[in-house]
C-alpha cells in the first residue's frame, strides 16, 4: 500500500525552493532550462500540478527505496524525502 502521507507535494515544493535558492537562479531560469513555462514552475513552487512525481516517488518508497536528492560538488547535502 502507498502512503500518501509520506512523500507530498508541498514536500516536494520545499524541495524545488531550496534548490532553486541555493543555485540562485530564478524560476524564469528553470523554466527555460527545462523547457516549461514560468508558469509551471511558479506552480510547481506552490505545491500545484505535482501529483505525478509525488505518486512515482510514492511507488518507489512503497518499493523500499529511498528518494535522496544530492547536490553535486562539495559539500554535498543530502535531503530524503519520507
Known amino acids: 500500500m502507498i502512503d500518501p502521507e509520506c512523500i507530498t507535494a508541498r514536500i516536494l515544493a520545499q524541495e524545488l525552493r531550496r534548490m532553486i535558492d541555493g543555485a540562485g537562479v530564478s524560476p524564469a531560469w ?32 512503497a518499493l523500499g527505496y529511498d528518494v535522496v536528492f544530492r547536490k553535486r560538488g562539495n559539500p554535498r547535502r543530502t535531503v530524503r524525502l519520507g
Open 30 to 61: 528553470v523554466g527555460a532550462a527545462a523547457g516549461v513555462s514560468d508558469d509551471a514552475v511558479l506552480a510547481w513552487l506552490k505545491g500545484e500540478h505535482l501529483k505525478k512525481p509525488v505518486q512515482l516517488f510514492a511507488v518507489v518508497d
